[in-house]
């Protein structure tokens, strides 16, 4: 009789102590797991599995009116391509509580799936010294892939094919390609393609997205021809199927290009198809302050999305929450009259901007497949004007060193920090702007707690 109530007792102790090992791991589980309903306004409606919720939000910290029409797995987008950069120069980043948490745990409770990274060639000197730009270089993205892998995030590979910027007029060669002929540059941008690709995908980098040049309306590695262009542009994108077919990858290829506001983009998308390119999704650049009406860039892509059998998407956006500077150096929006008429340069006008970009995107139908933020925790790295240029220089935090003369040589050399500081999903703290949940709250809308 005694000793079977030694073995009830001890059979209890089994299961008191299997219960509290379930319950540490599921206490640590809600501590380090993607989405933590703490962190999202109005937590009780939202889906665990992906940050978003179909149910109105009705004590947020925005207004935003639903998005009809949004699909779950509608591309939710940061560009955080400079952020190792930050961190080293001392940046922190904290959740909507105001808790430190690693950035790429804090946007993805926000409703964030996807990462975008930038990878330049060779972004330094000859002492190799940085160009500055978040020393974008492939190592750099490698980091940025690890980090945001364990969060689920999928990564938007753009490769500029330029060791610095490339933008709509601006297709710098690579220092190391300057002296070759076009054949002999056609088989680097293959294997360097595949270089860049395999790296991030060794390094576990959740490739969603590979994204061939930038802004490549009339130039890409210093080739002006539109033939040329076209041509190493299918070579890039050959690349980039290979190695999609090789890991049996869903990965998809985007080719970009700016200014919709020319309402021309689809030349670009004739261009693409007579030469046979390879890709996707067709991306372009939009700023509402510069590019044209919200209607105009939904008609450009649309009108592509129907006419070629392409996905379309926002690849770069952004606008500013305030007109205040927090680094010292001049923003690019930094007056009342650059603002569009009925967005405020405030947290609101910030979020309505961003819905009204997916919305524009949204409304191309089936082929509308997402938006990204640009810049988005790009922030002063110290609140002393006198000491940040030595910062950015030494930890390539700004957006541009001295050094990058070199390379660029239309650029002054001048330490020089970031532009749209304004423009960032978080304030000059570090802290999470409310504007971030624009993505999650288009799904449902959102009121404001008065």
Known sequence: MRKNIFVKLFAILCIFAVLAVVLKYQLRDQDDGVISSSNVASEKNVDMSNGISNALVDHADITIKKVDGMSSD??????????????????????????????????????????????WKDPYDKQHRSYGGGNCDLDNAVTIAKRSSRYGLKLMVMIAYSDFYTSDGLQRVPKSWEKMDFKTKEKAVAAYTTQVLEKIQKAGGLIGLIQIGNETNEQFIGEKSPKRIAKLLKTASNAADEFTKKHHSKAKIVMDFANPEDQNLSEYAELLHENDVTYDIFATTYYACWNGTLKNLTRQLKEISEGYDKEVMVAETSYPYTLLDSDGMPNSIDNKDVLVKGYAASPQGQGKMIRDVIDAVVKCGNGGVGVVYADAAWITVGNDYNTNPAIWEQFGSGWKSQYAASYDKSIEAVTEGSDVDNEALFDRRGKVLPTINAFAYAYSGSVKDK
């Not at 948490?101 to 996807?114: A, L, M, P, T």
């Open 74 to 119: 509608f591309i939710r987008g940061l560009d955080l391509s400079e952020v190792i950069a930050q961190e080293k120069s001392g940046v922190r980043y904290f959740d909507q509580n105001g808790m430190e948490k690693d950035i790429f745990r804090i946007v993805s409770e926000s409703g964030i799936n996807c990462i975008k990274v930038r990878v």
